[in-house]
C-alpha cells in the first residue's frame, strides 16, 4: 500500500467508525409523518416502523501520531455503511496523508462505486471528507472555515418544529426566515389530505408572528396536484416553501411545481447524492432552495460547488439539519449571502443562534463522538 512520504506528511494512523442512533424518541420518529411509505398502511404512522439502521449515524474518528491532529466525521445509514467503511475503505486510508483531502475523497469514491450508485456511496465518502477536512485543519491550526475562505460571526437560520404544540424558541423565533414544519397526511391519505394539511398550518400560524413565513416538509411523498391545490388552500397563511414535495429526480415535475405556485417557493435536495445529482436539480431551474446535506452528498467540496452554483443561479442554500452539523456551519460561514442555516427545535442541545466555532478544525470533541 502507498504512504505519506517526506518530511512534513501526516499520515493516518487510525481509522474508528462507531454508529449511534439519530432521531430515537424524537418527535420525527413517533409522530405521524407523510413519507415515501405512506401508500403502505403498516409503515403509515410512524417512520421508525421501516427505517431501520439507515438512520443511525455513522461517526469516523481519523487518528494521526500527533495527538492534536484528528478529525472527525458524520454520515448515516448506520451499520450498512459502518461496515463499507470498515471492511474496504479504511485500510485505503492508513499511511496517506491526512490532509490530501481532495485525492483521497476522489479516490475512495471511486472505490466504492460497485456498491450502489448513490446514497451509499456518497454518505460513506462524505463521513471520510468531513474528518479528513477536520484534520487538515486542526494541523494547519485555524478553523475549518478560514481554510474555505470564510468568516466568523453568526448565521441566518430558519427552525423547523414538530407542530403547532412545540414552543419554538422565544429567544430565536423573531430573528427566523421561516419555521417549517412536516406534513402528517399525503395523496395516500385520501382526497382530505390538503384540507387537513392545512388545519395543521394554520395551527402554527396561530402560533408564529405574521411576518416570519411559513414552510412545509414532505418527505418526497406528494405529487404535483397535491402541491399545488395545497400551496393555493394555504395562499393566506404565508406560506414561503413547500419541501421535497416530489422524488428529487423528478426534474419535470419540479419545474411544473414551480410554475404553478409562483411566488410560494419549491425546496429540495437532501436526498440528492453526488453532484450531479445536486447540479441536475440546479442547471434545470427545478428548484428555489437548495438543501444539500453535507453528511450526505458525498463531502464538502461537493458542498461547495452547490452552494457556489446555487448563489450564482439566484437559489437558496439551506443545507438540511446544518445546526446539528458543526462542518455545515463551517460552509456556510465561507458561503456568502444567500443562505440559511437549519435549526431543528427539540433534537440536540438547546440552540442559539448559529455560528461556526472558533478553535482549530470545526470543534467536535472525541468524547462528544462517543470516542
Known sequence: MPTATGPTAIPVRSVTVRTAPFSANTWLDSQRISTPLAPFPRFSERRSSWRG???DVVWVHIGTEDPAVFGIGQARGGAVIAALLTEHL??????????EVARLTAELGRVAQPYAAGGA??????AVDLAL??????????????????????????????DASVDLPADLLPGAAYVKVPMPYGPADGPTNVARNVEVLAAVRERVPAEVPLAVDCFMSWDVPTAVAFARAAADLG????????????????????RAITPVRVASGEHAFGLRAGLDLLNT????????????????????????VAGAHGVTFAPHASALQP????????????????????LGPPAGVPAPSEGPGVGIDPGDAGF
Open 53 to 55: 439502521p439507515g438512520s
Open 90 to 99: 479504511r485500510d485505503l486510508l492508513v499511511g496517506q496523508d491526512v490532509r
Open 239 to 258: 406560506l414561503g416553501w413547500i419541501e421535497e414535495p416530489l422524488a428529487p429526480d423528478d426534474l419535470d415535475g419540479h419545474q411544473e411545481l414551480r
Open 121 to 126: 456511496v456518497a454518505m460513506a465518502t462524505s
Open 133 to 162: 477536512w477536520d484534520a487538515a485543519a486542526r494541523a494547519a491550526g485555524v478553523p475549518l472555515y478560514r481554510m474555505l475562505g470564510g468568516s466568523p460571526g453568526p448565521l441566518p437560520y430558519y427552525l423547523t418544529a414538530a
Open 327 to 346: 462542518w455545515a456551519l463551517h460552509l456556510l460561514a465561507a458561503t456568502g449571502p444567500g443562505c440559511l442555516a437549519e435549526i431543528m427545535v427539540g
Open 285 to 308: 431551474r427545478s428548484v428555489d432552495v437548495l438543501q444539500t446535506d453535507v453528511t450526505w452528498c458525498g463531502g464538502l467540496r461537493i458542498a461547495q460547488t452547490l452552494a457556489t
